[in-house]
């Protein structure tokens, strides 16, 4: 278990922050920032070291913080899950030093500021709660798809009031993102404007963080998980994320992928063998899960239906 040391910001900030980091523990190791040993008692102050401020939908400098916490015999890793690029304001970045001989870690969290700070203001509510940030069409308000957790100091521009709800500016003056003004009062509970809701798995779910990128970890197939009930899209597909974490898995997994059927088609159970006796119309539209599957026949099925069901790729248009 880590330990996580806070950079430049007092404990109690972290506690705010990223309540899941601040409260693990870790194995006797060291981490080192520019040439100085730190051991998982310490606390650095990084200053004004450039990749602690990047612009709005700017990138962080992985590379120029493994080079200042560069430890001797050991491998240095960033996390930038916790960074919400689009959102001016302050977010933690834990970075971590494994021991190649013993595999021991240390943890320190350095804190990156994104865009300009202005009123800066923190979220409120209750632990592990999220507010929504939503954006402004028109006179419509919308989900953004995006979520600041409790505690996040954000940059704020004044109050608009929309249908008799106040909502306050992130980015600038004008900016279409908002969050109702409410979360920087603690006048909401839980996470009132994030929903959560169950959704049932129909494949296997792999878990991606907010890039795009694989995680390592996975849900299993045919089983229940909680949500943000609105969908966010990364790099052109839509993804949900799951309910205080920042994974994300795959909609297709869950809510499937419409197909049309260019023939008659049988549902199988294995490569030889069908499931029923249902024939499916050519031209009818079908509900496909997840990516396909590779059986012993060497063709390729999707899925259609719980359990055992499938039908040929070649099958659909």
Do not use: C
């Not at 792999?206 to 966010?232: C, E, H, P, W």
């Amino acid at each position: 278990m880590k330990k996580i040391k806070v950079i430049g910001v007092a404990a109690a900030a972290l506690l705010a922050v990223s309540p899941l980091l601040a409260s693990s523990t870790v194995s006797a190791a060291n981490i080192n920032y520019n040439g100085t040993s730190y051991n998982d008692n310490a606390t650095v102050n990084v200053g004004n070291a450039s990749f602690t401020h990047i612009p709005l939908n700017g990138q962080v400098d992985v590379n120029a913080i493994e080079r200042a916490f560069a430890t001797p015999n050991s491998s240095i890793s960033v996390d930038l899950s916790y960074i919400e690029n689009q959102i001016a304001g302050t977010y933690p970045v834990p970075v971590t030093a494994t021991n190649n001989t013993n595999n021991s870690s240390a943890t320190v969290v350095l804190n990156v500021t994104v865009g300009d700070s202005n009123n800066v203001q923190s979220i409120q509510g209750d632990t592990d709660s999220n507010a929504g940030v939503y954006q402004i069409n028109g006179n419509k308000v919308e989900d953004s798809g995006m979520t600041l957790p409790v505690g996040t100091p954000v940059s704020t521009y004044g109050t608009v009031e929309i249908d008799g709800t106040s909502y306050t500016r992130l980015n600038s003056s004008n900016s279409n993102l908002v969050v109702k003004t409410g979360w920087f009062t603690g006048a909401y509970k839980g996470d009132d404007d994030a929903t959560k809701t169950t959704v049932f798995t129909m494949h296997k779910a792999l878990m991606y963080d907010k890039n795009g990128n694989k995680t390592g970890k996975a849900f299993r197939q045919f089983r229940n998980i909680d949500v943000y009930s609105n969908k966010v899209t990364i790099n052109g597909t839509q993804y949900y994320r799951v309910y205080n974490t920042f994974y994300y898995v795959k909609a297709a997994n869950i809510d499937g992928t419409k197909r049309m059927l260019k023939k008659n088609s049988y549902i199988y159970q294995t490569g030889s063998k069908r499931a029923n006796k249902k024939v499916l119309k050519k031209g009818s539209t079908v509900t496909t899960y997840g990516s396909s599957f590779k059986f012993a026949n060497g063709k390729r099925y999707y899925r259609v239906g719980k359990g055992k069901q499938y039908v040929p790729v070649a099958n659909f248009k």
